[in-house]
């Protein structure tokens, strides 16, 4: 056994409305400056629909994640060394930016500075690559609320696939079908084929929280991890010639912050926590013959935080043991090791993806609701959830590389769990065969409700800080050549870097991980006093 320590996520999509708040804010704090207008580190996703970049998840031509070779051993799915280096120069299996969608502006100045007359003036849509007019044709969420469902609905590659299976279950007439959203951000994967498919090594997992970088003094710009990566989630800057990805946030995740995503979504459906695994037997898991049973592999490397023997394990890998105690606590490892309602995107890529999503149930209970039949009770809904609108086929394609019965499981948790909380707070006697018809105990349901429902922040986000013990190390400037973002038009507004206002900057005073720390007790104070919030922190907080 050797065990290692992954900061992950768990996204219940029962909560997201789709109002791109953490689009919006990710945008805002990484992804804000030239070269990157196209780029979206976090996306929200209308389904049914094809995605961002197009299609993305149609492997077949983009080539993404790992296959088996005839001998049963992992190869990335675009090709060995010799493929790379005969392609090193052109590299034909990368999305283009009509994938992507080309980014515009207005011209705003043709309303302001037009002259009086009998005309209305417009303000044209221009390119923000090249400042000419352009025609709009695509963006990143097209297919928002079904909008573009009837045209183009059936170019989702999981529709395609449904429909192998289930003939026509998949149907885009609008009062036939219910929509819901997927919001996605890196994986930050166990076994990623973005770092194994990166010729010059810029690509690298952390060892002491598992969060996937970019190391922007090493990376060529060779856009292999691009065509690696299944989820599309790497992108290339044409102004600076390098890779950009999610960071996970890493310098407020560092201080015990959840990321800019998790901190501002409306719907609080993100929850962060540390999962412990066996590093020893990650690359069996993702070598399993059967995608079906990928997900249930990726769930048996996952360890037990309560099991004395795994944190002895822990502590002689030299695990802290405030990462322990939160992996202990982790909202994320409950969801997905405990009650088992939380399921990977796409394990058949086998990356072992380590963000993973709650199924939506809310549908089922309006479409009862609308049929004048009761959306709550447990007998209704756990019939209905055969009956889908989008069928259990649609969801198992996205989820758990096809398999049913993981999917069918998870949304009668949640049935049993809504059935089983309208009863106590209508003050009736809850049915004992409601848990038993799931599994659970009506405690774990009462507890699975406060977790999912009515969670605090503290519950929700359950990240171990780093030491200020640690600041110089961590600090940006800390190295000698200094960040390694600092470039100009580098992370953040105005050549500010990751770190806040003044990092980045080798010539303004160092910005160090206490002033995160400070940030973090502002942020979760019950005062608005300042003085009450700016004090050092010390060992025992630390």
């Avoid at 409305?17 to 580190?41: D, L, P």
């Avoid at 609008?174 to 919001?183: H, I, N, R, T, W």
């Avoid at 926590?273 to 769930?299: C, M, N």
């Avoid at 043991?321 to 995107?345: C, F, N, Q």
Wanted: proline residues 7%; contains cysteine.
């Amino acid at each position: 056994m050797r065990p290692m320590a992954q900061i992950a996520m768990v996204m219940n999509l029962d909560k997201c409305i789709g109002c791109h708040t953490c689009s919006v804010t990710c945008k805002q704090a990484w992804t804000n400056r030239r070269g990157m207008e196209y780029v979206w580190f976090n996306n929200v996703e209308t389904r049914p629909g094809q995605g961002y970049p197009r299609r993305y998840e149609d492997q077949e031509r983009w080539r993404g994640g790992w296959e088996l070779n005839r001998r049963g051993a992992l190869k990335l799915k675009a090709g060995g060394r010799f493929r790379k280096l005969a392609g090193i120069f052109s590299n034909p299996e990368l999305p283009e930016i009509k994938d992507y969608y080309e980014p515009w502006t207005y011209d705003y100045k043709n309303l302001t500075d037009a002259p009086l007359g009998d005309d209305f003036p417009v303000a044209r849509p221009i390119s923000q690559l090249d400042g000419k007019p352009t025609k709009i044709e695509w963006s990143a969420n097209w297919d928002d609320n079904l909008a573009g469902a009837p045209a183009y609905g059936d170019l989702d590659p999981m529709v395609e696939r449904t429909r192998t299976q289930a003939s026509q279950k998949v149907r885009f007439e609008f009062e036939q079908s219910f929509m819901f959203y997927l919001p996605r951000i890196c994986e930050h994967c166990l076994n990623p084929s973005c770092v194994a498919s990166c010729p010059s090594g810029a690509m690298y997992k952390r060892a002491e929280d598992g969060i996937v970088l970019v190391d922007q003094d090493r990376c060529r710009g060779w856009r292999m991890c691009v065509t690696g990566c299944p989820y599309k989630k790497v992108y290339f800057n044409h102004r600076t010639g390098k890779a950009e990805k999610c960071t996970m946030c890493y310098p407020r995740v560092e201080v015990g912050l959840p990321t800019v995503c998790s901190e501002t979504c409306v719907g609080r459906l993100r929850y962060l926590g540390v999962v412990l695994y066996d590093a020893d037997r990650v690359t069996a898991a993702a070598s399993v013959p059967r995608e079906r049973d990928l997900y249930e592999a990726q769930l048996d490397i996952f360890l037990d935080p309560e099991d004395q023997q795994v944190r002895r394990a822990c502590e002689e890998a030299g695990i802290p043991y405030d990462w322990l105690e939160a992996a202990r606590r982790s909202p994320v490892h409950t969801l997905i090791s405990k009650y088992r309602v939380a399921l990977p995107l796409h394990p058949e890529y086998r990356t072992m993806p380590m963000v993973w999503y709650i199924p939506p149930l809310s549908p089922v209970v309006d479409v009862l609701a609308e049929t004048g039949h009761d959306g709550e009770d447990a007998r209704n809904l756990f019939g209905a959830i055969d009956s889908l609108r989008i069928p259990l086929e649609y969801l198992a394609e996205m989820f758990t590389a096809g398999a049913v019965g993981p999917v069918r499981a998870s949304l009668e948790k949640l049935a049993a769990m809504r059935s089983h909380m309208r009863s106590i707070n209508l003050g009736e006697e809850p049915d004992p065969s409601v848990p038993d018809a799931v599994g659970m105990r009506a405690r774990e349901l009462e507890d699975m409700y406060r977790l999912l429902a009515v969670a605090k922040y503290e519950d929700r986000y359950v990240i171990p800080t780093a030491a200020v013990a640690d600041a110089r190390r961590l600090e940006e400037s800390a190295l000698p050549e200094g960040c390694s973002l600092d470039y100009e038009g580098g992370p953040g507004m105005g050549g500010s870097g990751p770190f806040g206002q003044d990092s980045g900057r080798k010539l303004l005073p160092l910005v160090s991980v206490e002033n995160f720390h400070v940030l973090r007790r502002r942020q979760t104070a019950d005062t608005s006093d300042p003085a009450a919030v700016t004090h050092t922190p010390d060992a025992e907080e630390a």
